[in-house]
């Protein structure tokens, strides 16, 4: 069964860094590209950043590019977010997202639960 | 503003059909796949529909998709209570180099 578990949510002060990870088991992870969507409260759902298998290629949204950075460990099957200069309209449930295989970064077939991040003082 | 329009909200009657648009332009819907997404208040998203108008296994044929130049569509038919959820559009955008999603409809069954 396909499970992807995040971590690393909680409450940070703006300008403070988060490190969100999503362990995921049940499939070959190295050969799935991944994404980072988020919902903030009362909003709809927010594209943050992919990230391919094979080369690494990541794409970023504007409102996070150069703020936060995603990554994959393929040898702990985990995948990474980290973030920085944290603002409070990043306060968002994060969600890990797995991309259907062979198919576009569009297509998610498999969400994780979610971690929520307060950005606030 | 989400680049992808939606409406706000949707409702029908149960049994009944209806219909949730995604407007777009050639740079996002009109050159590449959409996906819709069901997501209800505290779980995960589910995908529904992919590249335009294929589903995924488990999910029934009462969801369709299709798309139209630079706009797409969700048909759901023979409504249940439990479809009431908020529904996304998503596609490729190649001019802002990312997925973009849709505002979200919320739909109400009656």
């Known amino acids: 069964e396909v499970q992807l578990v995040e971590s690393g949510g909680g409450l940070v002060q703006p300008g403070g860094s988060l490190r969100l990870s999503c362990a995921a088991s049940g499939f070959i992870f190295s050969s799935y590209e991944m994404n980072w969507v988020r919902q903030a409260p009362g909003k709809g759902l927010e594209w943050i950043s992919y990230?391919?298998?094979?080369?690494?290629?990541?794409y970023y949204a504007d409102s996070v590019k150069g703020r936060f950075t995603i990554s994959r460990d393929d040898a702990k099957n985990s995948l990474f977010l980290q973030m920085n200069s944290l603002r409070a309209e990043d306060t968002a449930v994060y969600y890990c997202?797995?991309?259907?295989?062979?198919?576009?970064?569009?297509?998610?077939?498999?969400w994780g639960q979610g971690t929520l991040v307060t950005v606030s003082s | 503003q989400s680049v992808l329009t939606q409406p706000p909200s949707v409702s029908a009657a149960p049994g009944q059909k209806v219909t949730i648009s995604c407007s777009g332009s050639?740079?996002?819907?009109?050159?590449?796949?959409v996906s819709w997404y069901q997501h209800l208040p505290g779980t995960a998203p589910k995908l529904l529909i992919y590249?335009?108008?294929k589903r995924p296994s488990g999910i029934p044929a009462r969801f369709s998709g299709s798309k139209s130049g630079t706009s797409a569509t969700l048909d759901i038919t023979g409504l249940q209570t439990g479809d009431e959820a908020e529904y996304y559009c998503a596609t490729w955008d190649s001019s802002l180099n990312g997925v973009v999603f849709g505002g979200g409809t919320k739909l109400t069954v009656l």
């Open positions: 997202a797995r991309v259907l295989f062979s198919s576009t970064a569009t297509t998610n077939d498999h």
């Open positions: 990230i391919s298998s094979s080369d690494s290629t990541t």
């Open positions: 050639s740079s996002n819907i009109g050159n590449n796949w």
């Open positions: 590249e335009i108008d």
